[in-house]
């Protein structure tokens, strides 16, 4: 009688193990790769271009291309008088003292405002990146049920699917046609909350 059991529950397992086996075969699982998509699509272009544009205008403004040629001229200058001398013998030197001492300001000034710039530049970026998020999530399920998809992965977080298909190229037709300039995607997103406005003061300033 046990052993009747046992070997009808083996079967039961193994028709168990055959029908997931099956089900899995069926499902259809579909990768995208994000980075190619921002990178490659008209939206993606136009938004590297305007943060290039944005870094730009910040290395003018911030005068650093002038401020590095000034630290390059003045590097070069005391070289020749500093790189035998030690840190005693510059420091008893009044006006060789000075030069090294605005140099070292300079150079300070200059990773100062380059690490601002590029603080300011993630920034921009992140708020891109989320915003492109948002109109490219309805992008990839469009063209997940054209493909008759059941699942889609991001590349970036999968190493390895047996026989999956890469929609990134339809992904990427599809924002195209839909979301193609930076002015598209302001109008896609959906509006900010409105900001609770202020009680008004009582006339008279009473309670």
């Not at 009808?8 to 990768?31: D, E, P, R, W, Y």
């Not at 090294?100 to 590029?118: C, P």
Request: hydrophobic fraction near 45%; avoid cysteine; charge should be positive.
């Amino acid at each position: 009688m046990k052993v009747r059991n046992i070997a009808l529950t083996a079967v039961l397992f193994i028709g168990l193990s055959n029908m997931v086996g099956v089900a899995m075969a069926q499902t259809k699982v579909f990768v995208i790769n994000e980075q190619r998509i921002r990178a490659e699509t008209k939206l993606g272009k136009e938004m590297d271009s305007k943060l290039n544009e944005v870094a730009e205008k910040g290395v003018d403004q911030l005068g650093l291309k002038t401020l590095q040629t000034e630290i390059d001229t003045e590097a070069a200058a005391l070289k020749p008088q500093t790189q035998s001398l030690s840190k005693e013998a510059i420091a008893a030197n009044p006006t060789l003292k000075a030069r090294v001492e605005g140099l070292n300001k300079k150079a300070s000034e200059l990773m100062q405002k380059r690490n601002a710039l590029n603080q300011g530049l993630e920034k921009s970026d992140n708020g891109l990146n989320a915003a492109f998020m948002q109109v490219m999530a309805p992008a990839v399920e469009s063209v997940a049920k054209e493909a008759g998809a059941d699942i889609v992965v991001s590349f970036s977080s999968t190493w390895y699917t047996k026989g999956s298909t890469d929609l990134s190229a339809k992904v990427i037709a599809r924002l195209d046609a839909t979301v193609p300039t930076l002015a598209a995607l302001q109008a896609a997103l959906p509006p900010p909350p409105a900001q609770p406005t202020a009680p008004k003061a009582a006339p008279g300033g009473g309670q």
